[in-house]
């Protein structure tokens, strides 16, 4: 029997605690000489970074060897009080400050920006795909920041968090706003070595990430952005020019923008008291049950994410009625209480197991953070229920079809909810599996329907789309195996069914 799996053993077993140690500390011993082995391959220029990365990398593995079963006590969740949990008709509400410029002065966005394009069928970093009028995610994100900044003749500048998978193409691409209005650093979140989920120990044996080794190493979740961002030596550098807080975001999503409103009760609290911490929440619906939510938890605001959660409550988490609000991930923390916080190791995070298997068949697993668990480190933190168009990620080519459409328009970056639409809630759309890559989803739609007056869409199989289609209602469009269809352009579709072979044929 292996040491891992000896490991295993004595873990699932009561009352064997010195056993455990025993075990624990040898595995922890093993891994340090690996680590040491990765560390003497380093180029003298890539040392002290490496060093920084796998002295982090070692904290997080002896944390994870010391956890056992789901990390929190099902009774001890509670509904987070009244007052800790703020409308955002309430903030909005206080108006805005006569010294706009000034409070601006003192913002940094930060956009989370190491995640591929991969799951879209795409290469490079996400960041890159084009998304509105040949427009990326980063093009929006200058163009939100740049406009804020013209409109309010103030300095916000911006942050992009990259991993080792997106930075350089990322750095090239920075070049074409050299001239906009928007200050832009980058800094790079750390690179972890993945372990084999049988003997627990790196799968690399040296410190490169190419060719082979690509898929042994990984970024270890935007938890990470705490000591990344503070060994970068960035944070410092915001800190002495006068910035107090950033606004996170996943770049993904294409409704966390500024509000000046919620900066507006950061800087200028109505009990006099500072929040280190704000967690923009918005109301959960059918299609939000595995969000992490915000919780009681020992006194204090804790996420919980449902990796968390044991199994037998697992229905009860996903239950809309008893966790109403879900995590949007758009945080505004304050930036002398990451310093402090960071600097008195004092950032506690739940440690997400990730398991993966490899091109190879590898199994493997990979530890992470996330951003939002550390809201229980911060003093009076808060959370801010916010409308749901804060809330637009783009995960999917059923997302990218939403934003393309004139459902939303777009204004220096920024989509609003068109006017037009008479229900201000956004349709369901499903498509199949021929849509998922994006060049085929383009490839099938001449032109982006209208979709004003849409509920539901569900396409499934070969379809495609003339111009200035129309969808309204409920319509499912499916293409058997084998078949195609083609919808003519011009038409519209209102509460159809559309199924079988379709093909119109010019002549």
């Known amino acids: 029997m292996s040491l891992a799996q000896d490991y295993r053993k004595a873990m699932s077993q009561a009352g064997t605690s010195q056993f455990q140690e025993v075990i624990r500390q040898e595995l922890e011993y093993l891994m340090k000489v690996e680590l040491e082995k990765i560390l003497a391959t380093a180029p003298e220029n890539e040392l ?14 002896h944390r994870f060897l010391q956890e056992k079963g789901p ?21 909005r509400a206080r108006g805005l400050p006569v010294n706009i410029t000034s409070v601006l002065n003192k913002l940094v966005v930060v956009k989370l920006n190491g995640g591929l394009g991969t799951s879209m069928g795409c290469k490079g970093p996400k960041s890159l795909i084009g998304v509105r009028n040949e427009n990326t995610f980063l093009d929006l994100t200058v163009q939100q920041i740049e406009h804020l900044n013209k409109t309010y003749n103030t300095d916000v500048p911006l942050v992009l968090m990259n991993s080792f998978n997106t930075d350089e193409d990322t750095k090239k691409i920075l070049q074409k706003y050299s001239h906009s209005r928007v200050k832009i650093y980058t800094f790079n979140q750390s690179r972890y070595p993945r372990i084999n989920k049988e003997s627990l120990l790196p799968i690399a044996k040296d410190v490169s990430y190419s060719g082979e080794n690509t898929e042994a190493w990984y970024p270890p ?17 915001l800190i002495g020019e006068g910035k107090e807080y950033i606004f996170v975001s996943n770049i ?23 929040c280190e911490f704000v967690m923009e929440v918005t109301n959960k619906t059918r299609a939000d049950v595995k969000g992490g939510t915000l919780t009681q938890y020992d006194n204090k605001l804790r996420l919980v994410e449902i990796a968390q959660v044991p199994k037998a409550h ?31 190791n004092a950032i506690d995070m739940e440690i997400i197991v990730n398991p993966k298997t490899l091109d190879g068949g590898l199994n493997v697993i990979q530890l992470e953070t996330a951003v939002g668990a550390a809201v229980k480190s911060f ?19 059923s997302d990218l079809l939403l934003v393309m459409s004139n459902l939303y328009s777009l204004n220096a970056g920024s989509l609003t909810m068109s006017e037009k639409r008479e229900f201000p809630t956004v349709p369901l759309v499903k498509l199949g599996s021929s849509f998922t890559k994006v060049q085929d989803y383009l490839s099938r739609f001449e032109s982006i329907p209208d979709m004003l007056e849409l509920d539901h869409l569900t396409v499934s199989g070969d379809v495609t789309f003339g111009k200035n289609v129309a969808l309204k209602g409920t319509v499912i469009i499916i293409a058997n195996h084998g078949d195609r269809i083609d919808i003519p352009p011009g038409a519209v579709l209102e509460n159809k069914i559309v199924s079988g072979n379709l093909r119109i044929l010019d002549h």
């Open 48 to 61: 002290e970074h490496t060093k920084k990365d796998l002295e982090g990398f070692k904290k997080l593995f």
């Open 71 to 91: 990390s929190v006590n099902w009774e001890k969740i509670q509904r987070p009080p009244e007052d800790s949990i703020q409308p955002y008709e309430k903030i």
């Open 221 to 237: 979740g935007h938890g990470d952005i705490y000591s990344s961002f503070y060994n970068s030596g960035l944070l410092d550098t």
């Open 252 to 274: 993904d999503n294409l409704g966390a923008t500024v509000d000046l409103y919620i900066l507006n009760h950061l800087m200028n609290p109505p009990n006099g008291k500072c």
């Open 314 to 344: 697992v229905d009860e988490f996903k239950s809309v009625s008893k966790f109403k609000i879900f995590n949007t991930n758009n945080l505004w923390i304050s930036l002398p209480a990451i310093k402090r916080l960071q600097e008195q």
């Open 379 to 397: 003093e009076n933190s808060l959370g801010i229920n916010v409308p749901r168009s804060r809330f637009l990620p783009v995960k999917t080519t």
